[in-house]
């Protein structure tokens, strides 16, 4: 390559770098204009900066029911904020400590579950003939049969513990991620550019990585905030049913021996809402960012709200 030909293409990427921190500054400000998601967003990045910071900032001797000094299902007072489950251990430190297992079950089974959704979207809709119909059979086949009983199967199969939850939720939360993606990448590879590009020698992994690719990335984008909201109460469903890792503290969990232990008709009420609480106040968080981040980068919705 020619020392011209090496500075117009570095040129090229310059303004193409440009471009990309414009879009990435036009779209946040377009998503700081709306006061729910922002909100939404800084208490999200609070609780996770929270649950990063927690071995820090707390001590967990407190879960080791041979180390408590609580009495068992004692009400709230001035030691407890939260009073104690039936083994005297802090609810609040409980809930405050499973916040850490319910959102890396939640984000690890959603980075699973696109991964696959996107996987099979952008194959089915590039090939398209009998690798798309193939395709689309087995997410028909995954969208009729109910999730949560697949996951409770593939739970009770597996042995237990946290990567067996991360896998069923994974493995079954994928097809609207895949729907999402294939008509996404039907309607970019039918623009001109995709032809040109085709036309000039670019190959199937060309048009994918620089074409597709970063069309189909804010709608996924989007798209995974709600799936960790999702995640999040699918790994308490499973939990709560007793096919979660009974060695950690997450918020089913402690739904479950709070329900086991007879919590509930003691009228031990502060066992089951905090991690109720807990639960409907972080999927709040996902969902308001999700659908703030769906207005702006989803251009239906976003020339529907303009």
Request: one cysteine or more.
């Amino acid at each position: 390559m020619t020392t011209s030909g090496a500075a117009a293409a570095e040129s090229a990427r310059a303004i193409a770098w440009r471009r990309r921190r414009a879009g990435i500054a036009r779209t946040w400000h377009e998503f700081a204009t709306q006061k729910a998601a922002l909100a939404g967003l800084f208490l999200l990045v609070l609780t996770v900066l929270l649950a990063l910071l927690l071995p820090l900032i707390s001590d967990q001797s407190g879960l080791d029911v041979t180390r408590v000094t609580g009495k068992p299902l004692s009400p709230p007072d001035s030691q407890f904020w939260l009073g104690t489950d039936i083994d005297g251990r802090s609810v609040l430190l409980m809930t405050v400590w499973g916040t850490r297992i319910s959102l890396l079950v939640g984000f690890c089974a959603t980075a699973l579950s696109v991964f696959i959704g996107t996987l099979i979207g952008i194959t089915a809709a590039h090939f398209g003939g009998w690798v798309s119909a193939i395709l689309l059979r087995f997410t028909d086949f995954f969208l009729v049969l109910p999730s949560l009983v697949l996951a409770i199967a593939l739970s009770a199969v597996l042995p237990q513990g946290i990567w067996t939850i991360v896998l069923a939720i994974g493995v079954t939360a994928w097809p609207s991620t895949a729907r999402l993606v294939r008509a996404q990448t039907l309607t970019i590879e039918s623009r001109p550019y995709i032809e040109r590009a085709r036309a000039l020698g670019g190959g199937h992994l060309h048009v994918v990585a620089k074409h597709v690719l970063p069309g189909v990335a804010p709608l996924v984008l989007a798209n995974t905030t709600l799936v960790v909201g999702n995640a999040v109460i699918a790994d308490a469903t499973l939990s709560f049913l007793g096919v979660g890792d009974p060695t950690s503290i997450s918020w089913g969990a402690m739904l479950e021996t709070a329900l086991n232990n007879g919590a509930v008709t003691r009228g031990a009420w502060w066992n089951l809402l905090p991690p109720g609480i807990a639960i409907v106040l972080v999927v709040l968080m996902f969902t308001l960012v999700g659908r703030g981040l769906e207005t702006v980068l989803n251009p239906r919705l976003k020339g529907r709200h303009s």
